[in-house]
């Protein structure tokens, strides 16, 4: 039986880079490691980044071209309540497949910029813009069927949804407990079942 084909490599670095800075931060990840994890060579890496900023900036574009692709199995075409619960649900059990030992690997990229870092900020900025965009056409739509109140602001609501996201993945991570994101799921699915029209 025929080996499936392996990755392209600059796909291979870029997938390994992502792990990598996704396990244990951008600072802590040598070039070598990268390396070592796509079984590429020096050569190769350079060939295709100049440097640690620009893999690291396209790692960032990766992932986000994963999600438009699906290549991440998250849900994004969001139209009822139960959609949402299931949205909270896949990061849940992201965290938990990973015994809470990793957040969002953007988060823990972003986490680590700088005030003079302003391309992978704007990446990081586009990435999450993005992953909310679904909450608001959600919302917008829950909305304008008379099925969430009139005065709820669509954007200031995915905003919500997507920082207890984002928080209960780190204080998740930083305790190694899945319970504290479980508590703060729980409590933003009641606020938001709380303002049905």
């Known amino acids: 039986m025929p080996k499936a084909p392996r990755a392209d490599t600059r796909t291979r670095i870029l997938d390994a880079a992502l792990d990598l800075f996704h396990a244990q ?6 070039l070598d490691q990268i390396l070592t994890a796509s079984g590429a060579g020096k050569g190769q890496l350079y060939h295709f980044f100049a440097d640690k900023d620009e893999l690291v900036l396209e790692a960032m574009r990766h992932h986000r071209s994963q999600l438009a692709s699906g290549a991440i199995p998250l849900k994004r075409d969001l139209r009822t309540w139960k959609d949402l619960e299931e949205w909270f649900a896949f990061f849940l059990g992201a965290q938990r497949s990973m015994q809470c030992a990793r957040s969002c690997p953007i988060g823990t990229i972003a986490g680590e910029l700088t005030a003079k870092e302003g391309p992978l900020r704007d990446e990081a900025r586009a990435i999450f813009d993005e992953a909310r965009e679904p909450l608001r056409h959600l919302f917008a739509a829950l909305r304008d069927a008379g099925k969430l109140r ?16 984002q928080g209960g993945m ?11 994101f479980e508590n703060a799921v729980r409590q933003a699915l009641q606020h938001v079942r709380s303002l049905r029209a």
Not at 25 to 30: E, N, Q, S
Not at 170 to 180: D, F, I, Q, W
């Open 25 to 30: 931060g951008v600072a802590a990840t040598g």
């Open 150 to 165: 009139a005065s709820v602001d669509p954007r200031e609501l995915a905003d919500f949804c997507y920082v207890v996201m």
């Open 170 to 180: 780190l204080v998740g991570k930083v305790e190694r407990s899945p319970l504290p």
